[in-house]
């Protein structure tokens, strides 16, 4: 099941282990505060880079936990929610790699059923998220949905910013070739491309949108003259 934007989340005291329970009011009000400020908003990211919110939200579950463990420490950093992201984001990476031959199977299988709620447009760029390579998936959700700039996600990839700024180009030409008006994820144009408009330029607003198989563009005819052998033309209408 994929949703495109993952609310569910457990309380707040389920996170906090018995060793962290005599924390002071004010120091758990805090992090209650970035818990219930952040947790949906990054839960939704992950979901878009692995596919599967229930994977996302325990993984951000696990990021904030952590930073719970260490709160004397994060809670000093000018942006804690930057170092629970950095957080999630490791942990979505390796839960990626763990689950590449799965995913390869399961892309085979029926389209999954769309979550309650969830919007067809932003279930669509999910699921047309899951065919691109993993680095260009996650330099764009990075960019597009975290607003994180390519100095960034460069610094958080290990990449230099050039090839970071070649992930999302890459990427962006490859949704371009997924992304149309309406339908399901499948190998199909965008509607810009199928005007000639703005063929490498994949405007990131325009991403979010339905898609559909690509219809095909000729039939065959046979057409039987006399008693000779069939004759094949294509109907180029």
Known sequence: MIAAGPT????????????CAGADVRTEAEFTDLYENHFSELAAQVC?????????????QEAFLRAWQRWEKVGGYEEP??????????????????????RKFLQKSPPPETAPGASPDRVALVEALQHLPAKQRKALVMHYMADMPISAIAESTGAKEGTV??????????????????GTPSKVK???????????KADPDTLAIRIRPRKPTGTAKVNRRGSGRPSVKEDRR
């Open 190 to 200: 965008s509607k810009a491309k199928a005007e000639g408009k703005a063929k490498d």
């Open 48 to 60: 878009a880079y692995l596919g599967d919110a229930t994977e996302a939200q325990d993984l951000v």
């Open 8 to 19: 569910a989340r457990e309380p707040i005291a389920a996170l906090v282990p018995p060793t």
């Open 81 to 102: 929610v930057a170092w629970i992201r950095r957080v999630a984001w490791n942990l979505a990476t390796s839960r990626h790699r763990r689950n590449q031959v799965a």
């Open 165 to 182: 700024k070649s992930w999302l180009h890459r990427g962006r030409r490859e949704l371009a070739a997924l992304l149309t008006d309406e």
